[in-house]
């Protein structure tokens, strides 16, 4: 990775590290056993227009809300996948044994919203260039993927892949590979940021990622705008 996009993300670790050593921000405290992992939420689009999109972009608290704000889309889930260990739990996800990385599902109407559209915000959402974490969560838990379900799926995100390589001197880090299995997360993981505002939103900015969004994207940080970089 070209080192001048770096420094923001020291400042950001910087915060975080105030944060969470003066107590701010902490995480659930939730034994492994206690708060067993739920299914995929529950869906009202119906079945012959719904889709399915599953995006790794490192903590997946902050990967809910970009989609849940997208008309069409209906739910969206934090798990688990890229792993080889059925159904692991968080802090075994944690731990860095598992192989799986921490991703969002998407339940959406195809009908209203494009996957090509799902693309242009997970790119916007992450650092593309940094393939061993993301923002201020280290390790290939938080590696950024693109989980395909369909060869479709597969083909539109080397795509959108190429067009975002095609704008950078970096290489582009996020790996593009086919869903095996997806893991819901436990209970407490799933709407985080809404469960809990204050602490996501510390959590949030102690990271730098949006400091970090912004100095790659600019003013498409975080947006839904096109990948070639026109209007």
Same mark, same amino acid.
């Given at each position: 990775?070209?080192?001048?996009?770096?420094?923001?993300?020291?400042?950001?670790?910087?915060?975080?590290?105030?944060?969470?050593?003066?107590?701010?921000?902490?995480?659930?405290?939730?034994?492994?056993?206690?708060?067993?992992?739920?299914? +995929?939420?529950?869906?009202?689009?119906?079945?012959?227009?719904?889709?399915?999109?599953?995006?790794?972009?490192?903590?997946?608290?902050?990967?809910?809300?970009?989609?849940? *704000?997208?008309?069409?889309?209906?739910? +969206? +889930?934090?798990?688990?996948?890229?792993?080889?260990?059925?159904?692991?739990?968080?802090?075994?996800?944690?731990?860095?044994? +598992? *192989?799986?990385?921490?991703? =969002?599902?998407?339940?959406?109407?195809?009908?209203?919203?494009?996957?090509?559209?799902?693309?242009? =915000?997970?790119?916007?959402?992450?650092?593309?260039?940094?393939?061993?974490?993301?923002?201020?969560?280290?390790?290939?838990?938080?590696?950024?993927?693109?989980?395909?379900?369909?060869?479709?799926?597969?083909?539109?995100?080397?795509?959108? *892949?190429?067009?975002?390589?095609?704008?950078?001197?970096?290489?582009?880090?996020?790996?593009?590979?086919?869903?095996?299995?997806?893991?819901?997360?436990?209970?407490?993981?799933?709407?985080?940021?809404? *469960?809990?505002?204050?602490?996501?939103?510390?959590?949030?900015?102690?990271?730098?990622?949006?400091?970090?969004?912004?100095?790659?994207?600019?003013?498409?940080?975080?947006?839904?705008?096109?990948?070639?970089?026109?209007?």
């Amino acid at each position: 990775m070209n080192t001048s996009y770096r420094s923001p993300w020291f400042v950001g670790l910087a915060l975080f590290a105030i944060v969470a050593t003066s107590g701010l921000f902490l995480y659930p405290s939730s034994s492994p056993k206690a708060d067993a992992p739920t299914t +995929t939420q529950t869906s009202s689009v119906n079945p012959a227009v719904a889709d399915t999109a599953t995006f790794a972009g490192g903590c997946f608290w902050c990967m809910e809300p970009p989609y849940d *704000k997208m008309d069409g889309v209906a739910s +969206t +889930t934090s798990g688990f996948a890229g792993g080889e260990q059925v159904d692991p739990s968080y802090r075994e996800v944690a731990s860095g044994t +598992t *192989k799986h990385t921490e991703v =969002v599902q998407v339940v959406y109407d195809s009908t209203t919203v494009s996957y090509d559209r799902l693309l242009r =915000v997970y790119w916007h959402n992450v650092d593309p260039f940094d393939g061993t974490g993301q923002f201020c969560d280290r390790g290939a838990q938080y590696r950024p993927a693109i989980f395909a379900h369909s060869a479709r799926q597969q083909r539109l995100a080397e795509q959108s *892949k190429e067009a975002v390589a095609s704008r950078f001197d970096p290489s582009i880090a996020v790996e593009i590979e086919p869903l095996d299995a997806f893991y819901a997360a436990e209970r407490y993981h799933q709407d985080y940021y809404k *469960k809990n505002p204050a602490d996501y939103k510390r959590y949030r900015q102690g990271c730098g990622r949006d400091a970090r969004l912004r100095e790659v994207w600019g003013a498409a940080a975080m947006s839904d705008a096109v990948l070639d970089g026109t209007t």
